[in-house]
């Protein structure tokens, strides 16, 4: 077989792919098509939302900010006992410390002090308690690392968030 016979066969069969593969997109356009039932109204789009939404929602960590009726926060209060409950015990810097701080400070993530290490502590105790607090509360890039807003935590009120800071400052002296 020489050039121009090989060239010639070659040349056919690519057409003959070609023409294969169009046919084969036509077919499958025929047979895939459009989807056969479609939204049409608004009305339609808004039951299909309320059938695909969620039962409920789950909040994890601090407490919701708003919440739906003031009926409904006593009912809630009376259910479930807030840390922030005038009957609150007097470790609720621990408490705040045990459930939002201990995951960095504990272990002296970015920087992070370590609960009772007097050393780490000593220079920023040595500015003061509202400096500290105002670190704590609306975060703070230092040399050693960084403190993020409220903990990361921006569901604390901010004399939960000094109650922790003084409870960490204390384990410190």
Excluded at 69 to 80: G, L
Aim: hydrophobic share 45%; proline share 5%; aromatic share 4%.
């Amino acid at each position: 077989m020489n050039d121009r016979a090989f060239l010639k066969s070659f040349a056919g069969l690519i057409v003959a792919l070609v023409a294969l593969t169009v046919v084969l997109f036509v077919v499958a356009q025929i047979i895939g098509g459009k989807p056969s039932k479609t939204i049409e109204s608004t009305a339609d789009a808004k039951a299909l939302v309320e059938r695909i939404k969620p039962v409920g929602e789950l909040t994890v960590g601090a407490t919701p900010v708003a919440r739906a009726t003031t009926a409904t926060n006593a009912v809630m209060d009376a259910i479930i006992p807030s840390a922030n409950a005038a009957g609150a015990d007097d470790n609720k810097g621990k408490k705040i410390y045990d459930t939002t701080c201990m995951a960095c400070h504990a272990a002296g993530v970015a920087g992070a002090p370590k609960l009772g290490d007097k050393a780490a502590w000593a220079p920023r105790i040595a500015q003061g308690a509202d400096t500290l607090h105002t670190h704590a509360i609306k975060g703070f890039q230092g040399k050693a690392g960084m403190m993020p807003p409220k903990g990361g935590n921006m569901g604390l009120k901010d004399d939960d968030v000094k109650a922790a800071v003084d409870y960490m400052a204390s384990q410190a002296k």
